[in-house]
């Protein structure tokens, strides 16, 4: 599958890692928003949110269950934003499920 994220998690495409388990890989993105910005990605290949299911749900709540773990590893003590953009009027760009985490720095009040 030609997958850049698949390639990542393959270890084919170098990546910054921050944190892996069996079911997640995260790294930090290569054109940072904030100064901490964090993709987290399962490793199984879901193209976006809309390809979760029931059967695959599990992986995201793990997701959830992963991302204050990793925001307090990078000291986001003032709290964090976690998006996911979802198919062409998100501008979604990579069609592997990811979640940004983005936080060291006050954001902004607009968009969410
Ligand atoms: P999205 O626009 O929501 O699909 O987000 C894709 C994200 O992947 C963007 O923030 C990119 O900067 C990031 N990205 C693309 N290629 C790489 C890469 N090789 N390593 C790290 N991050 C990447």
Known sequence: MDCL????IAGEIPSTKV??????????D??????VHVLIIPKLHLASANEITPENAAVVAHIFQ????????????GGYR??????PD??????????????????????V
């Open 30 to 35: 290569i054109n940072p928003m904030a100064p």
């Open 5 to 8: 994220f698949c390639k990542i």
């Open 90 to 111: 998100a501008c979604q760009s990579v069609r592997h499920l990811h979640f940004h985490l983005l936080g060291g720095c006050q954001m902004s009040e607009k968009m």
């Open 66 to 77: 992963v991302i204050p773990q990793i925001a307090a590893a990078e000291g986001l003590t």
């Open 19 to 28: 944190y892996e388990d069996e079911q997640v890989y995260a790294f930090r």
């Open 82 to 87: 976690v998006i996911t953009n979802c198919g």
